[in-house]
């Protein structure tokens, strides 16, 4: 059998589910879902004048049962208004917004029972009876279907007088057959008395369709035995898919409070497991950081220690020299190593660069500052711009100058 005009069209139209302020309404939402068919529901909640911390907490709900669409695969917003009675706000949301289609509680889920079969809120009563008739409205408690308001569309009228008009043609056709019969039997009164030897005979085809009818009779009996037990049988059936189907209910929300808690175990887990990556790589990062400065201060120490061995030998070869000079004439010109590469003149601070040579310290350090990075002397990078004092050569150089100024006095 093909769907109803109106079940079509109920199917068609956006799903309104009216929820509380609490969790309370999940088993409607959940009903909603998963025996309207629809794939986009609209989540309403009316309530009183809110204040703000009621705001907050009525949006987390709606929230939250935004996320139990999500989580069933179905898309959802939601919307809640402000109004002194909740059933007349439903009322007017229906009337503004053109609702097709609701969905809302019987009655809070603790006054379920196997016995309710009609509406227990004085709320659902009221929207039964004064929501528009265009509006579909299924009304739930626990999951399970209590009662259903069917929608009146406009060809409903047009179906009944269709009906109606049938009807009157059956009439009809009724009375024309009366007429017809009555038309024979005045043709029976005209019949002459020659004919009247056939009466027995018309007597026994009646009495054979006595017994005909009698046969048929005896078999509608028995049709009408096995129809109920076949009925019997399908109340049977009926009601054991019931409890089948309340059974299966149960289930599936169980199923949807364990998916839930391990969606939230789920979350926790990758919370955790983030925390744990961004902890090891910052720990990379030091660890990273902390072997370049060790590479750094391996190197400094190795330049540090063949700056120094430079500076040994250059301090045996000025201690060699002096020695030299000591015993030579007193009056004769400084050393060459006593000049500055760079000024000519005697050093007074004599500082060793990176290539090994000694310079006054001011000028290779304007040398230096002027961006060159190279040596004065041999014209090649150098490895490093620190500079090393050259204390033998100073001492040298000193020792000098005060053998020099003696001499001349």
């Known amino acids: 059998m093909s769907k109803p005009v109106l079940q079509q069209v109920v199917m068609d139209e956006r799903i309104y589910v009216a929820v509380g302020r609490d969790l309370d309404s999940k088993s409607t939402l959940v009903w909603a879902i998963q025996n309207t068919g629809g794939k986009e529901f609209c989540l309403v909640h009316v309530r009183d004048q809110l204040y703000r911390k009621d705001k907050e907490k009525t949006e987390k709900i709606l929230d939250k049962y935004v996320r139990i669409c999500k989580n069933m695969q179905v898309r959802a917003e939601k919307i809640y208004i402000e109004i002194d009675s909740v059933e007349k ?15 809302m509680g019987a009655a809070s889920d603790r006054h379920y029972s196997m016995r309710m079969h009609d509406l227990l809120s004085a709320k659902a009563i009221y ?4 929501a ?27 179906a009944r007088a269709s009906t109606s008009s049938d009807q009157d043609s059956v009439r009809t ?20 008395a020659s004919n009247l030897v056939d009466i027995g005979k018309v007597y026994d085809n009646i ?25 019997k049988r399908a109340i049977k059936w009926a009601r054991s898919y019931s409890e089948e189907f ?17 969606e ?41 220690k063949t700056e120094r061995d430079i500076a040994i030998k250059e301090a045996k070869k000025l201690k060699n020299i002096h020695e030299k000079i000591s015993r030579s004439d007193k009056h004769r010109e400084a050393p060459q190593y006593f000049i500055c590469p760079i000024t000519q003149e005697v050093m007074d601070d004599p500082q060793v660069a990176a290539d ?50 003696s001499s001349g006095k």
């Open 89 to 103: 706000g439903i009322i007017l949301l229906i009337s503004e917004r053109g609702i097709k289609k609701l969905v």
């Open 127 to 130: 929207i039964r009876q004064e």
């Open 132 to 158: 528009p008739a265009t509006c579909h409205i299924w009304f739930t408690c626990k999951g399970y279907l209590i009662h259903t308001r069917e929608a009146i569309m406009g060809n409903a009228s047009v």
């Open 173 to 192: 056709r009724g009375s024309d057959i009366l007429s017809s019969q009555s038309n024979i039997t005045k043709g029976h009164e005209s019949v002459p």
């Open 207 to 231: 009495q054979l369709g006595v017994t005909k009818a009698s046969l048929e009779l005896f078999k509608l009996q028995e049709v009408e035995a096995d129809k109920n037990e076949i009925i």
């Open 246 to 262: 309340k059974r299966r209910k149960e289930t599936e929300m169980e199923l949807i409070i364990a998916r839930e808690a391990l």
């Open 264 to 304: 939230t175990m789920r979350f926790v887990s990758d919370s955790r497991i983030t925390e744990s990556y961004v902890l090891v790589k910052k720990l990379q990062e030091k660890y990273n950081l902390a072997i370049e400065l060790l590479r750094r201060a391996t190197k400094d120490r190795d330049e540090l």
């Open 356 to 405: 090994g040579f000694t310079y006054e310290a001011g000028a290779i350090s304007s040398w230096l500052e002027r961006g060159h990075e190279t040596s004065p002397m041999t014209n090649m990078k150098l490895l490093h711009t620190k500079l090393v004092p050259n204390l033998a050569l100073r001492s040298a150089i000193q020792e000098w100058l005060h053998t020099s100024t």
